[in-house]
């Protein structure tokens, strides 16, 4: 038997009845229009995440550029951010109307590296998003540092780190505002489209909660031109389900990672997850480096072992991106992760026997 990338219908048969009877509950009330389960969601996750308001939206990808929007960034100024993330990133700083400008990652954490982010502040620079890469939060502290009392935003793409902390504290409470993603494979994840911001500003709370409903909070009142970016009731109740065991899934991964780590220690060129000793790393996925990596993704689809590159091209070099004009040899760090990473299998419910099949390939591959 093979073993998944991320296996989601075992985790769906451990909550079917309790899904199943909020639906039934749900779909009795009829109130689908940001209806309890939604607002509960909100108070819950704004509790998770030790901050005073979140805000539920339509996806991650929205909840970036409803953040970008709230706080007034648009046509004329500069965002800071990476490369290695996935593109939509990139894509709510273009659909606000500002420029992106991308710096390179730490090796290590393959995070945003803050000493390369001073020599790209401009006196346009209006904001900076550090991605939380792969489930382990970015140097936040260094960030505030590089930004001192310059009037920049610092945000944070939280879409991978549900539950990381940097320093004690949670991913979503790190900086001016988060944007969190509940796709379906994320740590906490709906069965469909579904996203948060969360901050401690209520002006910004007020002016998302705006945006996200046609500019308006008063039916048929519209303070701003705005979006239809509610998030589902459905996928509310689905999400406060998973939220109660979200503390347990994500000890489960770093369990896993545990086990991965000291099975796949010493071997020649092979570099493992770094975990700062000020980050809770919640392993959204596991990924290795090697510059024999081709060989083995082989090895694990010869074997019928799951893997994924997270991310083989990377936004600078994306077509969609060339305008931006960042050329190859551009980013040399993120150039040489995209060309060395592969995702291992991790979701709570692996097995300790199929992490040791995963770890057996790949050794057989370096060794
Ligand atoms: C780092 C990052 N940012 C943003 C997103 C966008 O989230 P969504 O797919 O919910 O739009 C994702 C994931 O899909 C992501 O991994």
Known sequence: MGIPLVDLQSQYLD???EVLAAFDEALTGMQLNLGPNVQAFEEEWAEFCGVRHAIGVGNGTEALNLLLQAHR????????TVAFTFIATLEAILQVGATPVMVDIDPETMCIAPEEVGEKITPRTRAIIAVHLYGQPADMQALAEVVGDRDIRLLEDAA???GATCRGRPAGSLADGAAFSFYPSKNLAAYGEAGAITTDAREIDDTVR???????????????????SRLDELQAAVLRIKLRRLADWNEARRRHARRYSEQLAGIDGLQLPVEREWARHVYH?????SPRRDEI??????????????YRV?????????????????????????????????YPELTNEQIDRVCEVVRSVLE
């Open 15 to 17: 909550i079917r009845d």
């Open 73 to 80: 960034i648009g046509p004329g100024d500069e965002v800071i």
């Open 160 to 162: 991978q780190a549900h």
């Open 210 to 228: 705006h945006l996200r409903v046609h500019g308006s909070r008063e039916k048929y009142v519209h303070r701003l031109v705005g979006y239809n």
């Open 285 to 289: 996925v596991y990924t290795v480096r």
């Open 297 to 310: 993704a082989e090895a694990l689809e010869a074997e019928d072992i799951g893997y994924a590159i997270h």
């Open 314 to 346: 990377p936004c600078h070099l994306q077509e969609a991106m060339a305008d931006l004009g960042c050329g190859p040899g551009s980013l040399p760090e993120t150039e040489r992760a995209a060309a060395e990473v592969i995702s291992l299998p991790m």
